[in-house]
Each structure stands twice: as structure tokens, then as C-alpha cells.
């Protein structure tokens, strides 16, 4: 009997120091937090390469439709086949803006582009 009453002791006693709750001081930071606030946007910068060799490429073929769903499915096709170029800063972008003008890049975007201007074309998903 006794072992049962001290063990259901223990287990109150336990239960009421879980109850309690410990006041910690609070640190202060002195002076302002923080004086302005960075806002932080992040761009696939391949997105702008591949809309501006779309907008190039489509100018030279009457014969594609230009409809709003058409121009993403592509711009979509060609860029789920390049690789991303992901910028936060100016200086990214400049770099990615001078990267741009690398031959190898530019031949590849106009590839894919018009790979998926040729696919979306046989496929339109609009009557």
C-alpha cells in the first residue's frame, strides 16, 4: 500500500513543478533594431533571355499564334530545357547580362526556343 501512495506522491509532486513556470529576465537591445529594411527579390534571369529571343523569333514568323497561352507554353518548353540563372542583386544581374552575351548561350536559348515554338505549334491546347 504504501509503495502505491508514494509513487502516486511523486508523480503530483512532479506534476505540479511542470505547472510551475520560471520568469527569465529579458534581455534589452540597446539602440534601433534595425535602421532599414533590404528587400530581397530573386529572378531567374534565363526567363528574361528566353522572353526577349521569343519576342525576336516570333517577329520573323507570322504563321505562329501569339496568344497569351501559347507564348507561355513556350517560353515554359524552353526553359524547362535551360538551365536557370538565378539573380538576387544588381551586380547578379549584371553578370548574368554579361553572360548573356556569350555566343554559346544565346545559340542555345534560340535552339530551345524554337524547338518549343515548333512543338507548341503542332499541339496548340486552344480550339
Do not use: W
Not at 536559348?109 to 499541339?123: G, L, P, S
Request: aromatic residues 4%; positive net charge; contains cysteine.
Amino acid at each position: 500500500m504504501k509503495k502505491k501512495k508514494t509513487a502516486k506522491r511523486k508523480a503530483k509532486k512532479i506534476k505540479k513543478k511542470s505547472r510551475k513556470t520560471v520568469k527569465k529576465p529579458v534581455k534589452k537591445i540597446h539602440g534601433p533594431v534595425m535602421s532599414h529594411t533590404i528587400i530581397c527579390t530573386m529572378k531567374n534571369y534565363m526567363e528574361t533571355i528566353v522572353e526577349k529571343n521569343l519576342a525576336s523569333q516570333l517577329s520573323k514568323r507570322p504563321d505562329i499564334c501569339r496568344c497569351e497561352r501559347c507564348r507561355m507554353d513556350i517560353m515554359a518548353m524552353a526553359l524547362n530545357k535551360l538551365p536557370s540563372k538565378y539573380v538576387v542583386t544588381d551586380k547578379g544581374s549584371i553578370y548574368a547580362r554579361i553572360e548573356e552575351m556569350e555566343f554559346q548561350i544565346n545559340a542555345d536559348v534560340t535552339r530551345e526556343v524554337f524547338k518549343a515554338i515548333e512543338a507548341v505549334n503542332k499541339n496548340k491546347r486552344h480550339p
